[in-house]
């Protein structure tokens, strides 16, 4: 559905336009785009017999916004994490797994 929104990010597209670029039967494209449309995502109009469907912005715009938030969070948490492994010492590895030789007694591992 992710590639669907792609293509009308360039703008207006008919129902064989969009399921022309995909290997799925044109009734599956149509099913991904009704899920689209009854999400508000994507827009639909009609000029005479030929639909045409745009992307309607404004959801993922309010996805965004939300997603800041996290965003902010992940990058601090990576960071943290980044800087830990770093400093971590090098653990010999097992040649037999290819792990550290510690990695079954570290703490939180049963």
Do not use: C
């Not at 039967?25 to 689209?36: D, E, M, N």
């Amino acid at each position: 559905m992710a590639s669907i929104l792609d293509l009308l990010r360039d703008g207006k597209q008919t129902a064989g336009e969009l399921a022309a670029r995909f290997p799925i039967s044109r009734p599956a494209v149509s099913r991904h785009v009704r899920v689209l449309r009854d999400a508000g995502l994507v827009r639909q109009s009609r000029d005479r017999q030929t639909l045409h469907y745009s992307l309607n912005p404004a959801p993922l715009a309010a996805v965004a916004g939300w997603l800041t938030g996290y965003r902010v969070f992940w990058v601090a948490r990576l960071h943290d994490l980044k800087r830990f492994v770093e400093l971590e010492p090098q653990q010999p590895q097992d040649p037999k797994t290819s792990e550290p030789q510690d990695f079954k007694t570290r703490k939180g591992w049963r």
